[in-house]
């Protein structure tokens, strides 16, 4: 591929639906993805958490609502990006989309149910790791340092540890049956490691690590699934780092595996952050 020739396109962002986003109206990031030079700009917004799940979190009300878009938005958050589609047809490539979570096997169907249910009206999508087993139950690995400690650390027992479990579950993420709408690109691969200069200072990796990432990408490529360059990382001050790391990017491009860029926006001010990190990193030898 002409790298030069290389649309601009942002894969993974989120809209004024998206309970933990900055509520700027999603015409705001359109009209600053255009002014950037983005010739294709995807809303990947959160699909609704099951309620069952949602209370067996250790969350607050407001934390279980920030998680994720209202049930009852879903509709309109459709109706609205199908508008703003069209709206900016003549001007840049919108494309509407879920931002799907692996959740537990017990919840598939609800998963399923609703990908099968808006499937007719989606472009794009992609699906991420956010939620893994704790030591008190469920839990989200992002939240933050001291539920981290607790939760993640307190049950597996190392960072280390960790990191395998994850990728383990990104593993089966790649043949669960999610149906025929299943989002094929996997997102921000080693969100595992956001607060990894804090439990990881030296940045020491293991060989059953470096081992466990080359087996996942070998099975990304196999079955055809393409992965999200988040620049989130970038800007997460125990991170400081993109997903996937950069090691990880190099041997998915030698693999052949397409690369998505995905500023994760969730404000107007975060439309294209890293993105010129991220050529750095595809234009790299």
Known sequence: MD????????GHTHTHFCMHGS???TEEFVIRAI???????SFTEHLPLPERFLKSLSFTAEEEDSYRIKDNDTDAYIKEMH???K??????QLLVGFEVDYLPEEYAF????YLGEYGEYLDDGLI???FMPGAGGWCAVDRYIEDFDMNILGRYGSFEEFQLAYFRTVGEILTADLGEFKPKRIGHLTLCNKFQTHFNPDGILGEKVKNKVREILARIRSEGFELDVNTAGLYKPQCREIYPAPWIIELAKEQGIPLVYGSDSHAVEDVGRGYEEY?????KA
């Open 128 to 130: 991420s790791l956010h």
């Open 110 to 113: 609800h998963t399923k149910e």
């Open 3 to 10: 790298k030069k020739a290389m649309k601009k396109r942002d």
């Open 35 to 41: 002014e950037l030079g983005f010739e294709t700009y």
């Open 279 to 283: 050529r750095k990193e595809l234009d």
């Open 23 to 25: 509520g700027e109206d």
């Open 87 to 92: 709206k900016y047809q003549d001007r840049i």
């Open 83 to 85: 508008r703003l589609k």
